[in-house]
T-cell receptor, first 107, second 120 residues
C-alpha cells in the first residue's frame, strides 16, 4: 500500500496567515492526489484535484503544488471559515489511501 | 449541484449485518463510480472500495474483503453497502462519494454520511 505521510498533524494560525500543509507519498503517484477540507460533523469537501487544479467554486486562496512525491496545500491568507481538518488522498493505486489529517486551529 | 442522499443512522449488535444506501439525484447514476469511505469517531478516513453502477463491477480494499458487499439498483439510482459480522471497531460514519468522470478513482462529491454504531 502507498503510505501518505501528512504534516503537521495540527497547527495554530491566525486569520491572514499563510498556511502550508504537506503530504509525502511512499512511492510515485504522478499527480493523482486530491486535497479535502472537513469541518466537524460534515462530509469532506474537495478543494484541489490532480494535485494542483482548483475545484470549481473553491476560493483562489487555496492552491496545490507537487514536486516528485511531495505535495503541498497552501492557504495564502487564512480566513475564519478555513479552520477545519485537511486531508490528502492518493488515487494512483489501490487501496486508495488518505493522509492522517491536519487540524488547523485558531491561534 | 451533485446530491447524494444516504440512509439514516443505525445501532447494531456485534455479529449483525448492516446495509447503508446512497441515492443519487441531479445526475445520471450509471455515469459515475460510487466509492465508500468510513471514518471512526475522532479518526481519519478509510477507503473501503467502489462500485461501477453501470456494470455492477466492484473493487474492495483487501482489509474489508469477505465482509463487505457493494451493490446497486439502477432503477432507483441507489448504491448499497453491506457490512457483515460487525464488530465494535466498525462504529463509524460511512460516506458514499462519487468518482470523477475523467478518472473514476478520483473522489469528488461526498454524501452526508451515515453513522453506524455497533454496541451490545
Amino acid at each position: 500500500d502507498i503510505q501518505m505521510t501528512q504534516s503537521p498533524s495540527s497547527l495554530s494560525a491566525s486569520v491572514g496567515d499563510r498556511v502550508t500543509i504537506t503530504c509525502r507519498a511512499s512511492q510515485g503517484i504522478r499527480n493523482d492526489l486530491g486535497w479535502y477540507q472537513q469541518k466537524p460533523g460534515t462530509a469532506p469537501k474537495r478543494l484541489i484535484y490532480d494535485a494542483s487544479s482548483l475545484q470549481s467554486g473553491v476560493p483562489s486562496r487555496f492552491s496545490g503544488t507537487a514536486s516528485g512525491t511531495e505535495f503541498t496545500l497552501t492557504i495564502s491568507s487564512l480566513q475564519p471559515e478555513d479552520f477545519a481538518t485537511y486531508y490528502c488522498l492518493q488515487h494512483n493505486s489501490y487501496p486508495l489511501t488518505f493522509g492522517g489529517g491536519t487540524k488547523v486551529e485558531i491561534k | 449541484q451533485v446530491e447524494l442522499v444516504q440512509s439514516g443512522a443505525e445501532l447494531k449488535k456485534p455479529g449483525a449485518s448492516v446495509t447503508v444506501s446512497c441515492t443519487a439525484s441531479t445526475y445520471t447514476f450509471t455515469d459515475y463510480y460510487v466509492h465508500w469511505v468510513r471514518q471512526a469517531p475522532g479518526q481519519g478516513l478509510d477507503w473501503m472500495g467502489w462500485i461501477n453502477p453501470y456494470t455492477g463491477v466492484t473493487h474492495y480494499a483487501l482489509k474489508f474483503e469477505g465482509r463487505v458487499t457493494m451493490t446497486r439498483d439502477t432503477s432507483v439510482s441507489t448504491a448499497y453497502l453491506d457490512l457483515s459480522r460487525l464488530r465494535s471497531d466498525d462504529t463509524a460514519v460511512y460516506y458514499c462519494a462519487r468518482g470523477d468522470s475523467s478518472d473514476y478513482s478520483a473522489i469528488g462529491y461526498w454524501g452526508p454520511g451515515t453513522l453506524i454504531t455497533v454496541s451490545s
